[in-house]
Each structure stands twice: as structure tokens, then as C-alpha cells.
Nanobody, 126 residues
Framework: QLQLVESGGGLVQPGGSLRLSCAAS????????MGWFRQVPGKEREGVSC????????KYADSVKGRFTISRDNAKNMVFLQMNSLKSEDTAVYYC???????????????????WGKGTLVTVSS
């Protein structure tokens, strides 16, 4: 059974940076497309970014394009989200997710993902 565990969240000032990590166990990550999503209480979960199984294809939501970078290390079974130039509106719980279908991940919709972590909280505030 695939388990995903996010880490790296915390409190950061506007304009700052954070790097989120997602560690996978129970499955070989290189066969899965991965995504990062975020959710604010009372709002729908929003797709942030996704990456193909090999890492050669990525996609970003317009709201984070140019500021966030998704990457993966299949040898270590990990996925990362580098977040720069953070804004208050980036405050959310961030979730790592996985699917066997990259094109489903590329929709950046929650329904396209099969496995989820429990999330890590990112708070951007001065």
C-alpha cells in the first residue's frame, strides 16, 4: 500500500521560500505521476503542480507559475515543491498525491489522483 508523507511546511514571511518534501513508501515512485495540491478551509482543493513519472514533463497552475518548481528523485522515492516569492494567498494545507496516469494528474484536479498524503501546513504571514 502506497503511503505518502509530506514535510517542510511552516511559517514564512511574504517573499520568503519553503521547500516541501513528499516521501513515498510501499511502492516504487518511478511508476507514478505525482502532484501537489493545496486547500484552504472552506474552499475546494486546488491543483498546484504535477510531474510525470520520469520528471521530464511538468505543469503548474497559473497562480504559482514562475514561483514554484516541482521535482522528483526516483532513486530516493521523493518529490519536492520549491516555493519562492511566497504570498499570503499561498497559505494553505499542501498535499502530495500520486496517480498511475500522468494525463489525469495534468488536469490538476483532485479527482485525477489516486493516493494522498495527510498534508503539511504552509502559513505565509508577517
Amino acid at each position: 500500500q502506497l503511503q505518502l508523507v509530506e514535510s517542510g511546511g511552516g511559517l514564512v514571511q511574504p517573499g520568503g521560500s519553503l521547500r516541501l518534501s513528499c516521501a513515498a513508501s510501499g511502492f516504487t515512485l518511478r511508476t507514478l505521476a505525482m502532484g501537489w495540491f493545496r486547500q484552504v478551509p472552506g474552499k475546494e482543493r486546488e491543483g498546484v503542480s504535477c510531474i510525470s513519472e520520469s520528471g521530464d514533463t511538468t505543469k503548474y497552475a497559473d497562480s504559482v507559475k514562475g514561483r514554484f518548481t516541482i521535482s522528483r528523485d526516483n532513486a530516493k522515492n521523493m518529490v519536492f515543491l520549491q516555493m519562492n516569492s511566497l504570498k499570503s494567498e499561498d497559505t494553505a494545507v499542501y498535499y502530495c498525491a500520486a496517480t498511475t496516469d500522468y494525463w489525469a494528474a495534468a488536469t490538476l484536479m483532485s479527482a485525477g489522483m489516486d493516493y494522498w498524503g495527510k498534508g503539511t501546513l504552509v502559513t505565509v504571514s508577517s
